[in-house]
């Protein structure tokens, strides 16, 4: 099974990738999770069964980075979660 701790973490690292990849911001050193709000964890994933992830980025404030993410499987959700994020801006 995979547990609802490796859902967060993915759920961060997807969160992530979202944040460094819009062109138009430049990207931020040393990102890393911050925050975790509101996180429902309502199941579990079982072998066999893909997991789809689901990043959107909600705010920035300079170095801080907030995304909502959801995960679902077989169309069942998973996992809702807030989470902020924190880096170092480039010079």
């Known amino acids: 099974m995979l547990p609802g701790v490796l859902l967060l973490e993915a759920a961060a690292q997807l969160a992530g990738t979202v944040a460094q990849s819009d062109p138009k911001i430049p990207p931020l050193r040393g990102l890393k999770l911050t925050a975790i709000r509101a996180a429902k964890i309502l199941g ?3 072998p066999g ?3 789809f992830l689901e990043a959107t980025v909600t705010a920035r404030l300079g170095p801080l980075v907030q995304a909502q993410v959801t995960a679902t499987v077989e169309g069942c ?13 480039r010079s």
Not at 83 to 89: C, D, I, P, R, W
Request: net charge negative; proline share 0%; hydrophobic share 45%.
């Open 77 to 89: 959700l998973m996992l809702q979660v807030e989470l902020t994020l924190s880096g170092e801006l």
């Open 44 to 46: 579990t994933a079982s």
């Open 49 to 51: 069964q893909c997991v």
